[in-house]
Nanobody, 115 residues
Framework: QVQLVESGGGSVQPGGSLRLSCAASGTIFSAATMAWYRQAPGRERELVASISNTFYRKYVDSEEGRFTISRDNAKKTVALQMNSLKPGDTAVYYC?????????WGQGTQVTVSS
C-alpha cells in the first residue's frame, strides 16, 4: 500500500519561507515522478512543481524562482522549499506520486500566508 505523508505546513507572514516535506512508503520511489499540488478555497487543485525519476524539474511559471522542489531517493522523500511567500500562496498543499503502481496522493498540509 502506497502512503504519502506531508509535513511542514503552517502559518507565515508575507515574505517568509516554509519547507514542505513528503515521506513515501510502499512505493518504488526512485521510479516515480513526484509532484506538489495546491488547492485554495473555492479553486481547483493545481500543479505547483514536479520532479521526475531523472530529476527533471518543472515549475508553474509564477512559482519558478521562489519555489524549489527536490527529492532524496534514499530517504524516499520529496521537499518543496518555498521562499518569498505571498498571501496568494495560501492553500492546502498535496504531495502526489505517479509511478509503476499508479497515482497516489497525500492527505495535504495547510499553508497560510497572512500578516
Amino acid at each position: 500500500q502506497v502512503q504519502l505523508v506531508e509535513s511542514g505546513g503552517g502559518s507565515v507572514q508575507p515574505g517568509g519561507s516554509l519547507r514542505l516535506s513528503c515521506a513515501a512508503s510502499g512505493t518504488i520511489f526512485s521510479a516515480a515522478t513526484m509532484a506538489w499540488y495546491r488547492q485554495a478555497p473555492g479553486r481547483e487543485r493545481e500543479l505547483v512543481a514536479s520532479i521526475s525519476n531523472t530529476f527533471y524539474r518543472k515549475y508553474v511559471d509564477s512559482e519558478e524562482g521562489r519555489f524549489t522542489i527536490s527529492r532524496d531517493n534514499a530517504k524516499k522523500t520529496v521537499a518543496l522549499q518555498m521562499n518569498s511567500l505571498k498571501p496568494g500562496d495560501t492553500a492546502v498543499y498535496y504531495c502526489k506520486s505517479s509511478g509503476p503502481r499508479g497515482d497516489y496522493w497525500g492527505q495535504g498540509t495547510q499553508v497560510t500566508v497572512s500578516s
